[in-house]
């Protein structure tokens, strides 16, 4: 039984929207959504995949296969806009873009579907993806979520999707997206980039390690990101080259030949390894035991208002270095630090982080703000 089959029988339809062809006078400026997408054809039938469909592991009938999918991508940064592009460009029917932010001039390096316009207006990034994919493909539809993937609208955001695709920049998005697949038996694909170096790992939950079988616990300490290490964006377009190979894989029904290894690869030192991830490990916190903390909302730092600006992340297990943390945080703002306290300001935040891993941060009330500022700054 194909992947394809398994998913129509345990969630939702495949079948094409049946409003195809309602709204074929929609201004074509607006991005696209789902339920009232025009998706008429703009080319003659067969011309646009041609390509594609030469390729023997496709063909017309993984193409049909394609043109079904619907895959969400959480987070859509320079990975995820590599995947939805790639994605995009070879027919998959749906996609469902998830992010909260929005474009910045230091995003234009790498994040390859924003131009100098969608910075200049501070476009939602969803929204961004879902006209440029609009100018290059009509023919599918775009379902832009201007959301924070969180444990109260994971299933909301991610029900009636085949496949999800991690294009997020911190763990505690990962590992709720694994919580989730695992729960639901979706397949997902984790795929990460910072500075030069890029991993991925495809999870068929039953049949390959998930991501808690081979990180049963995110990264403590401080952690690389691309505002601390920076990043190449041929490290980027590289990882998303090889999971949105693997995820075509997975939709046209090739999952024999997928790759069943946590990969790795470092373009600038060409250092590249594989770690088996053919097997769930027996006794996993996710896959074995069955414990979903992070689809629970347990896994995460508590969160709270503190203050009339401010939120507290109760962070207590992330001893943190002030004095490397200076030199990281130094190109980002104003750092100061004692023994006992270190501040960042960053306009318009002020962070005060302390030696255990716990921060306030001033300037917003909103969790996912100061959430998505420490997963940029401290660690995720
Ligand atoms: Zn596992």
Redesign the pocket.
Known sequence: MTYLAQEKQSTHSLEPESSRDDSADRDRSEPQTGDEASHQRVFPEGDRYSRQVLFSGIGLEGQQKLGAARVAIVGCGATGSALAGLLARAGVGMLRIIDRDYVEPSNLQRQSLFDERDASESLPKAIAAARKIAAFNSEIAVEPRVDDLVPANVEALLEGTNLILDGTDNFETRYLI?DYA?ARSRSWIYSAAVGSYAVTLNVLPGQT??????FPDSPRGMVETCETSGILNSAVNLVASITATEAIKLLVGGAASLRRTLLSFDVWTNERSEISAGK??AG?????ERDFVYLAGEGRPHITLCGRNSVQIHERQRPIDFAEMDRRLQPHGVVRHNGFVLKFWHEPYEMTLFPDGRAIIKGTTDAAVARSLYARYVGS
């Open positions: 694994n695992v390690a998930c991501l808690a079988c081979i769930p490990r996993c916190r996710a896959c074995g």
